[in-house]
């Protein structure tokens, strides 16, 4: 008896898929004579074709020209949005965290523990989204939230620490200099405002809500145990975000790494001059792109926790 191939039953809605099976007319042999397309839009009723046909011949990226072509005017004449589905794990996530979590609402207790609201307004624009790139972007906004905090408690220590130390005085002019040159590090004056440094913020933000990066580790071979090895070995291609090494006996080297590797990844989907060797495309560097949500994912998970308080 032949059965429905495993990415559909464990990634579509169960029911719809049972309903193409039920269909009398359509013995199961058939079903898989037809091509995966013809099944997927019929058990996901939004899924849409476009079929271009030209008189002449034409390269492909050609008519990968007329498609977007065709894309715009649809959108800009109807505000009908059309979403290109280039790879198959953009549509069934071949790692699905719910399948390692309570997946059925019966099962979901009472909370033990209480959020910060707007990170989870963050959070769960971040799980609802479509669109990867922003779901990226949700869940870094919830380590953007305390960016400015914690990188102010970090001067402020570090001031403390220079004015208790015992050979400091107020009175030596070199000693306020020093004092004053820590802070001028750590700020630049743009705009009639300081700013932060945004990538030794992210660290501390790492630094502050994943003090042990074993459960990191552990909750990535969680996921898929394949996903660590992949960030050791490969950079972010359209960003050149840092490899990371998670087995590394050098803690601050993985910090640093993991902080550049989201940092830059960030940069690359929020700025998009034509003039930079490396940006985002979307839905060309959204396969690219796949495999940072989990890390991104997981990264705003373990802020949220650790922010929050036991009722």
């Known amino acids: 008896q032949t059965s429905a191939p495993s990415f559909l039953r464990g990634g579509i809605i169960?029911?719809?898929?049972?309903?193409?099976?039920?269909?009398?007319?359509?013995s199961q042999t058939?079903?898989?004579d037809r091509s995966i397309l013809s099944i997927l839009k019929e058990v996901v009723p939004r899924i849409?074709?476009?079929?271009?046909?030209?008189?002449?011949?034409?390269?492909?990226?050609q008519f990968e020209n007329?498609?977007?072509a065709f894309i715009f005017n649809l959108g800009y004449n109807t505000d009908f949005s059309v979403m290109p589905l280039r790879f198959l794990d953009e549509f069934v996530q071949t790692f699905r965290i719910n399948r390692i979590r309570k997946s059925r609402t019966s099962d979901i207790e009472a909370p033990k523990r209480i959020y910060s609201n707007e990170l989870i307004l963050h959070y769960q624009k971040g799980i609802s989204s479509e669109s990867i790139d922003h779901q990226f972007l949700s869940f870094y906004h919830v380590l953007e939230h305390f960016y400015e905090k914690i990188y102010n408690d970090d001067i402020i220590s570090r001031v403390k620490?220079?004015?208790t130390k015992p050979n400091f005085s107020y009175k030596r002019t070199t000693d306020l200099n020093n004092l004053i040159g820590i802070i001028q590090s750590r700020l630049r004056y743009k705009n009639e405002e300081f700013q932060i440094n945004e990538l030794e913020a992210v660290e501390l933000v790492l630094r502050r809500f994943i003090p042990d990066l074993n459960e990191l580790n552990q909750a990535l071979d969680q996921i898929n145990p394949n996903l660590a090895e992949y960030y050791r070995i490969q950079s972010v291609p359209f960003s050149n975000g840092n490899k990371v090494n998670f087995s590394s006996n050098s803690e601050?080297?993985?910090?640093?790494?993991?902080a550049k590797r989201v940092y830059l990844t960030r940069n690359c989907i929020v700025h998009s001059k034509e003039s930079q060797k490396v940006k985002f495309t979307p839905f060309k560097d959204d396969k690219d792109l796949l495999n940072e949500i989990y890390l991104m994912r997981l990264l705003a998970e373990f802020v949220i926790l650790n922010d929050s308080k036991e009722l």
């Not at 601050?252 to 993991?258: A, M, V």
Request: charged share 30%; glycine share 2%; proline share 0%.
């Open 14 to 26: 169960g029911h719809r898929l049972r309903r193409v099976y039920s269909q009398t007319e359509i």
């Open 30 to 32: 058939e079903l898989f």
């Open 48 to 61: 849409e074709t476009i079929q271009i046909s030209s008189k002449t011949n034409l390269e492909l990226n």
């Open 66 to 68: 007329l498609l977007y």
């Open 161 to 163: 620490s220079e004015i």
């Open 252 to 258: 601050d080297e993985i910090y640093r790494n993991l």
